[in-house]
């Protein structure tokens, strides 16, 4: 985002004085971002396209085919930028979507074997007058359900 803003920034700069400016000249910094001025760049870039223009008759459409030619460059450079920032953002995405389906699933089991220990409790559990095997084995139908829901709507589980 921040190196489309400055790109259109600079042809933006550039069509302003345009006009005025018989050179165009064009070089990428050390961070990558890639400049159009009608200045010579800093002296510490050593790389750098000067873009002559050649000045015809000023009813002719094709007055600036350097200008014509840098603004083409930086439209598709900007147009290469926004879809790399497109492409990433939607790498993104599916990297979180993964990571929480992951994390998802790795909830669900972890719920799975609680309510599997509970049963293997209860079944431990003796029977007694207070403890009847009716209470029992409702207390682990009712988990087995838990678990039986859990299966059929994981995303209720959570």
Not at 35 to 55: M, R
Not at 59 to 71: F, I, L, Q, W
Not at 102 to 108: D, G, M, N, T
Not at 122 to 130: L, Y
Request: glycine fraction near 4%; proline fraction near 5%.
């Amino acid at each position: 985002m921040k190196s489309t803003i400055i790109v259109f920034l600079s042809l933006w700069l550039c069509m302003i004085t345009g006009a005025y400016a018989d050179t165009i000249y064009t070089w990428t910094d050390h961070d990558g971002t890639q400049h159009y001025s009608n200045t010579p760049p800093p002296e510490d870039i050593k790389q750098f396209k000067a873009l002559e223009s050649k000045e015809t008759s000023e009813s002719s459409p094709a007055r600036r085919p350097g200008y014509d030619r840098m603004v083409q460059q930086s439209t598709t450079e900007a147009d290469r930028i926004e879809q790399q920032r497109r492409d990433r953002e939607k790498a993104l995405e599916n990297e979180r979507m993964r990571a929480d389906r992951i994390r998802r699933k790795a909830q669900i089991e972890s719920k799975r074997r609680a309510l599997e220990q509970k049963i293997e409790a209860i079944q431990k559990r003796a029977v007694s007058p207070s403890y009847p095997q009716g209470m029992k084995a409702a207390q682990i139908q009712q988990i087995q359900n838990q678990i039986k829901q859990l299966e059929e709507h994981p995303a209720n589980g959570q």
